[in-house]
């Protein structure tokens, strides 16, 4: 419908979609406060210091002073819920325990992809969002997941188990509705291949020269976060970051990339697979736990699973 010059259209924010859907008022606050937080992690990447903190995390990653604030804006502003059981995060040994008797936990990776904060890509922060104050459990009882994209633009995506929203965030920081019920079709187009290619099994190799032949285009960019939004946001797509030889568990997290993201991806109609099994039925080993991912249009997905089967077994 046109606008009527000098009139605004009407814009649902997050807040106001949230409450349409009559969603737990306790979780659209957790959700809303990330929001807020993602305000302060994007002015800290556009203006803030790209230096090394010193120290390291879990996984031998060297932190940035980026990565290390991030995760202090974000715990800060779930503590202030007052709602929160537990809080987990990849930038953290351990999980902080808040309130055993809160309503939710959270698992998140405050700054993903922050190697490429210093060549001016786009990063990302991807959360899970649990009932009580247990993180260990298979992805598909996350209550909600969300990633927000620090890219040109600000956005966000968020499914509360009814479907992936994206929102963007305006010249106000609001986050605002672009697109609702997002929905992938069948087969990819593009894809994102994690890895060395030299490393590869004869599946993913088979599955990756297949892609190609079928005229698919590599659409990487080595952020987790922008390269799933690539494909979410395009409506079709495969990402890969699968089993290599000198990596047979993959490189992402479970907790803190691979579970809300196979659930939002799951929720627009695509799969996430760890090459046997759908990622969100895994049962958790630790925090630190990986696996190989396929995640993306569904017959792609399930392509790559028969391949495995056949060929590296
Ligand atoms: O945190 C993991 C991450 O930075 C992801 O954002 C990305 O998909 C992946 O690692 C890239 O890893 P590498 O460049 O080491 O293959
Ligand atoms: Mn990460």
């Known amino acids: 419908m046109p606008i009527e010059p000098g009139k605004t259209p009407f814009q649902v924010d997050l807040r106001l979609h949230l409450r349409e859907r009559d969603e737990d008022r306790d979780l659209t606050r957790v959700?809303?406060?990330?929001a807020t937080a993602s305000r302060y992690i994007i002015h800290s990447i556009r203006t803030g210091e790209l230096g090394v903190a010193g120290t390291s995390n879990l996984y031998g990653e060297s932190q940035?002073?980026?990565d290390v604030l991030a995760d202090r804006i974000i715990r800060k502003r779930m503590l202030h819920t007052g709602v929160i059981a537990a809080i987990a995060s990849e930038e953290r040994e351990e999980i902080q325990v808040v309130d055993p008797d809160g309503k939710f936990s959270v698992a998140f990776d405050p700054l993903d992809g922050s190697s490429l904060v210093d060549v001016n890509l786009a990063v990302g922060t991807i959360v899970g969002i649990y009932k009580g104050n247990d993180v260990f459990k298979p992805g598909r009882e996350m209550v909600a997941a969300l990633y927000i994209l620090y890219g040109p633009r600000c956005t966000l995506v968020y499914s509360t188990g009814h479907g992936t929203h994206e929102f963007a965030m305006n010249a106000l920081m609001?986050?605002?509705?672009?697109?609702?019920?997002?929905?992938?079709?069948?087969?990819?187009?593009i894809y994102a291949p994690g890895g060395i290619r030299n490393q590869y099994s004869p599946a993913v190799e088979a599955f990756v020269s297949h892609l190609e032949e079928r005229g698919s285009k590599l659409r990487y960019s080595g952020g987790f976060v922008p390269d799933i939004n690539q494909i979410l946001i395009k409506g079709q797509g495969v990402f890969l970051y699968p089993h290599l030889r000198n990596m047979p568990r993959g490189k992402l997290r479970m907790l803190y990339e691979l579970n809300p993201m196979a659930f939002l991806v799951e929720q627009a109609g695509g799969a996430a697979s760890n090459g046997h099994q759908p990622i969100l039925d895994i049962e958790l080993e630790g925090i630190d736990h990986c696996e190989p991912v396929f995640i993306g249009s569904k017959a792609d997905v399930a392509k790559v699973e028969g391949l495995i089967k056949t060929l590296d077994s």
């Open 64 to 66: 940035l002073k980026l």
């Open 31 to 34: 959700i809303c406060e990330l």
């Open 174 to 189: 609001e986050y605002t509705l672009v697109q609702e019920n997002i929905q992938m079709a069948e087969k990819a187009n």
